[in-house]
């Protein structure tokens, strides 16, 4: 079974940096995208940033770029995403999400929820002063 467990969320504040994580289980990590997703209150869910192992794609939102940095670790099962210089629309729920590569293109053109099939409980990320 399919599994995605997120962690590292918590309060920080603006300028400050956190690192999450997306453990996987029931699956091998280098068959499957990751995507990171968040949803700020009132706000449709968004994607952050992607990864791609296939071919070796990195996605990064014009509004983390810069400050999101993506990887993998193909040994630990686990994506994780290092976040530096936060800021207060940065709060949010984190999620990771997965979606089998395809020999066709890169799964990280995609960037709607609904094109990744597997997803995580949610990790709260609050930038506040």
């Known amino acids: 079974q399919l599994q995605l467990v997120e962690s590292g969320g918590g309060l920080v504040q603006p300028g400050g940096s956190l690192r999450l994580s997306c453990a996987a289980s029931?699956?091998?990590?280098?068959?499957?995208?990751i995507a990171w997703f968040r949803q700020a209150p009132g706000k449709e869910r968004e994607r952050v940033s992607c990864?791609?192992?296939?071919?070796?794609?990195?996605y990064y939102a014009d509004s983390v770029k810069g400050r999101f940095t993506i990887s993998r670790d193909n040994a630990k099962n686990t994506v994780y995403l290092q976040m530096n210089n936060l800021q207060p629309e940065d709060t949010g729920v984190y999620y990771c999400a997965a979606e089998a590569v395809s020999s066709l293109f890169s799964v990280c053109i995609l960037s709607t929820p609904k094109s990744y099939h597997s997803w995580g409980q949610g990790t709260h990320v609050t930038v506040s002063s």
């Open positions: 029931g699956f091998t990590l280098s068959d499957y995208a």
């Open positions: 990864i791609d192992s296939s071919d070796g794609s990195l």
